[in-house]
């Protein structure tokens, strides 16, 4: 069975942190992606990885930043968070392109 | 402008009402439509992906067809564990990359008993 699994189901933090959220997948895809969402906005594309080390920026990549060191492995940082990055994030991978896309079970992130 | 468009945004219904859920595109090079499925506070689980015009996909009471502007999901005898929000998304291609999906804001199905 496939599986994406994030780190943390629920955070929060305070204003101005830096916070990691975690993704790890078994399916050895090589894209990787995270999401935000928010009522009424649906999902939004932040950042997705094609390979190990290589990165992209989706629609909303300001005030984010990632890493990818290994295949299996994709972080979402937050280098000073704000209360305007409250939010549902969501993991998700592929593996070749144009095929379905597989996500994790999401991170409630409150900053307060 | 969106591209991807769900409509309705919620829908009631009975249960054993069938329905159908519509998701229409505004793009060009279109490479894969993809229908979720999502409960609340959880992450969207995967239902179909179609490719290309004319094509449908079944699983259980869900059937997915594509045409060149849209797609519906239609629900047959609906029971009350089908409730949850259906998100539509769309792969377009780029030349090079791994894209994102871009999706749409999901229609909210509540199957009463």
């Known amino acids: 069975d496939v599986k994406v699994t994030q780190s943390s189901r629920y955070l929060v933090k305070r204003t101005g942190e830096k916070v990691f959220l975690e993704c790890v997948q078994d399916m050895d895809h090589e894209n990787m992606f995270w999401y935000r969402q928010d009522p009424g906005l649906g999902l939004r594309l932040i950042y997705f990885s094609y390979d190990v080390k290589m990165k992209e920026k989706g629609d909303i990549p300001e005030g984010y930043s990632v890493s990818r060191e290994k295949k299996e492995r994709f972080s979402l940082i937050l280098e000073s968070a704000s209360t305007n990055q409250t939010s549902m994030y969501l993991c998700?991978?592929?593996?070749?392109?144009?095929?379905?896309?597989?996500f994790g079970q999401g991170t409630r992130l409150t900053v307060v | 402008e969106d591209q991807v468009t769900q409509s309705p945004e919620a829908l009631r219904l009975q249960e054993g009402e069938s329905s159908s859920l519509n998701c229409s595109y505004t793009v060009s090079g279109l490479r894969g439509l993809f229908w979720y499925r999502q409960d609340p506070g959880k992450g969207p689980e995967f239902l179909f992906t179609l490719y290309s015009a004319g094509e449908e996909k079944e699983k259980e009471r869900l059937k997915a067809t594509l045409t060149k502007k849209e797609s519906f999901l239609h629900i047959t005898a609906p029971k009350p564990e089908d409730s949850a929000t259906y998100l539509c998304?769309?792969?377009?291609?780029?030349?090079?990359?791994?894209?994102?999906?871009?999706f749409g804001k999901g229609t909210h199905l509540i199957i009463q008993p």
């Open positions: 998304a769309v792969q377009l291609y780029s030349g090079g990359g791994a894209d994102g999906l871009t």
């Open positions: 998700a991978s592929r593996g070749q392109k144009f095929t379905e896309a597989f």
